[in-house]
């Protein structure tokens, strides 16, 4: 495939688009079904939450009932709606197992979040083991995200990583780091997770490697659609 539709660039670095396949691809996966991003002349938004898995009974059965996480969160991180509950993941297939239905007056942004987010409960960690986000606009398209003012980030290096902290009052959209080293590369550096949200106050850490097993002196790129930010790892 030609670089500009692939999910590699030029120089085989992965865009957003490489994050959001792998999530589609990994064993549990939590999804959304929609009619549009835009909401524009509706009286309310409607989704359906769906739960799939490759896995099959004896590995379904290893991890038990998990806790499934939903809700409805506007630009300045206000929770529209909120629901948790407990559901058993289905055998190598798909299934639904929550219809979301909000009142649009309740969301006075134009922009909102629908955020879900499946942990495992059966273990002290409450690990997050599938998570999906997906922007959503009460206007006709997703331009107003260009209009945004920028997010206001703390940035941290830790022993084998980032912290990235949303100081702001307003969301950091789909944060996407990247190596600003020269290229091409010849060390290729890999996240542990990318393309994400923080809301105000949420913070995520990112854990980066190596093919040479060291990211001391790497300068590390964090976008979004209006903002550059970057760290230089010690």
């Not at 938004?45 to 490759?54: G, K």
């Amino acid at each position: 495939n030609a670089y500009c539709t692939s999910s590699l660039d030029y120089y085989a670095n992965p865009k957003p688009v490489y994050y959001g396949v792998l999530s589609c691809y990994s064993p549990i996966h939590v999804s959304a079904s929609f009619d549009s991003p835009s909401v524009a002349e509706k009286q309310r938004f409607t989704s359906e939450v769906f739960l799939t898995t490759s896995l099959l009974t004896d590995e379904i059965n290893k991890i038990g009932d998990l806790s499934l996480q939903c809700e409805i969160a506007g630009m300045d991180g206000k929770i529209i709606f909120f629901e948790r509950q407990t559901c058993a993941l289905p055998e190598n297939s798909t299934k639904s197992v929550i219809t979301i239905n909000q009142d649009l007056k309740d969301i006075k942004s134009e922009l909102f979040l629908l955020r879900l987010k499946l942990y495992n409960s059966n273990d002290d960690t409450n690990e997050c083991v599938a998570e999906n986000e997906y922007l959503f606009t009460k206007g006709k398209d997703l331009g107003s995200v260009f209009h945004m003012d920028a997010p206001v980030l703390n940035i941290w290096q830790q022993s084998n990583g980032v912290k990235i902290y949303n100081q702001g009052n307003n969301a950091a959209l789909f944060l996407f780091l990247t190596d600003n080293g020269s290229l091409p590369q010849k060390d290729f550096l890999y996240f542990d997770n990318n393309y994400f949200c923080l809301l105000p106050g949420e913070e995520r850490n990112i854990q980066i490697t190596s093919d040479s097993g060291s990211i001391t002196g790497k300068t590390i790129s964090i976008e979004n659609f209006v903002s550059n930010n970057y760290i230089t790892l010690r």
